[in-house]
């Protein structure tokens, strides 16, 4: 894998999902789009979903099947996933699963995990993704842990992506606090405003991460692109 100087472009879907692009690589993470389908545009190299409620979940094996990728998940839901006809990759928390562009690395996050059955479906997760020498991690659904300051132990950050909702995950002021264990150069709140019980001002959380951190604020409206 080598390092390049190209951008990566960042596009927010909504809610949770996140696509990064760099290289003749597309990352779909946590595919749920609230607006309806995935546009056909969208065709990823790889699918990633951090637990199996359906606001994760959502159309990823229907998106894996057409581009023909892979889905990588924690064990128990890549099962269950290959159960619904989807191409898989295997792994657990700790291992690195190595790609063309570099690496991705299941880390823990604080939540469950159930099908639309009902059925447990693994532990919940976050991922920690090396892409061509840029560190990025999307938290998943996740209440504030103290280990989140060990993932900076792979190297500097370069985006998080942080649930900022409250309920179900981490509130503004959780994920400010967040922000301090990892100390990324940029943070991108996500998981918020999708529904009434998760409604937020992510305005109002981004401007306390540039006055109180040393980070800077990445806010996009859903189907926004950045190239950074």
Avoid at 40 to 68: C, E, I, M, W
Avoid at 83 to 107: N, Q, S, Y
Wanted: proline residues 7%; glycine residues 10%; negative net charge.
């Amino acid at each position: 894998m080598m390092e390049t100087d190209e951008l990566t472009s960042i596009k927010f879907w909504g809610h949770a999902f996140v696509s990064l692009t760099q290289g003749g690589q597309t990352l779909a993470i946590d595919p749920y789009h609230p607006a309806g389908e995935i546009p056909a545009s969208l065709k990823p190299t790889l699918v990633l979903v951090t637990h199996g409620h359906g606001d994760h979940l959502g159309q990823a094996v229907p998106l894996a099947k057409r581009a023909d990728c892979e889905i990588l998940a924690i064990t128990d839901l890549a099962h269950y996933l290959h159960g619904e006809g989807a191409a898989v990759r295997t792994a657990h928390f700790g291992g690195k699963v190595t790609f063309p562009f570099g690496w991705v690395k299941i880390v823990p996050a604080i939540h469950s995990s159930t099908g639309p059955q009902g059925q447990y479906l693994g532990e919940p997760a976050g991922f920690l993704i090396q892409l061509f020498g840029r560190l990025f991690y999307h938290a998943g659904d996740t209440a504030l842990f103290s280990d989140m300051a060990l993932l900076k132990n792979e190297g500097p950050l370069f985006c998080a992506f942080l649930p900022i909702g409250g309920l179900y995950t981490m509130d503004p002021q959780d994920a400010l606090e967040a922000v301090h264990f990892l100390s990324p150069a940029w943070v991108a709140p996500i998981h918020y405003n999708t529904f009434p019980r998760i409604a937020q001002d992510g305005l109002a959380f981004s401007r306390r991460v540039e006055e109180e951190t040393a980070s800077h604020a990445l806010l996009m409206t859903p189907g926004e692109e950045r190239m950074l």
